[in-house]
């Protein structure tokens, strides 16, 4: 990344000055987002996970259409590193792809109301089957139910509901 010059001009020629800005912190959840990292086990726990996830996405009917690769291991690879760098682990998944901007990366993939909640279904069944501890299974199914809405970019008035 290049440093900002100390002025640049805009369209009338005018100088426009930057503040500097103060060194970035990791705000106040990245702390607790490292203990859940470490507390699951680490890699090998989402590794696991996003594995269980995907074993249900092959079989989804509603789901499956979605992902335009013949096999879901990039995917399945994607999400796992999204997941360990979330939840503070190391940062391969940025370092390989850059910023997250899972809005953008989803933007292509018809998303509503379905199809967020057959997500939901298959990464919930993985969170509950993952023998994680209660309060992380907690703190990761608010995450993914928070993700999941977030990614939808279409409306949709019949979704699927699960009891």
């Known amino acids: 990344m290049r440093p900002r010059p100390a002025a640049q001009r805009d369209q009338r020629g005018a100088a426009r000055r930057y503040a500097a800005r103060p060194a970035r912190r990791p705000y106040a959840g990245a702390v607790r987002q490292l203990q859940l990292y470490d507390a699951v086990g680490g890699m ?33 690879r994607r999400l796992t590193l999204f997941l360990v760098q979330y939840w503070g682990g190391p940062t391969t998944y940025s370092d390989e792809r850059g910023h997250p901007a899972l809005r953008m990366r989803h933007a292509p993939f018809a998303i509503g109301g379905v199809e967020r909640d057959r997500w939901l279904v298959q990464m919930r069944a993985a969170i509950d089957a993952s023998g994680a501890p209660d309060d992380a299974k907690a703190r990761l199914h608010d995450y993914v ?7 939808r970019n279409r409306p949709d008035e019949t979704a699927f509901r699960t009891p």
């Open 44 to 76: 090998p726990y989402f590794e696991a996970l996003v594995a269980r996830f995907y074993q249900g996405v092959a079989e989804d009917p509603v789901l499956r259409p979605l992902y335009p690769e013949p096999e879901l291991a990039g995917a399945q």
């Open 145 to 151: 139910s928070m993700a999941a809405e977030a990614m």
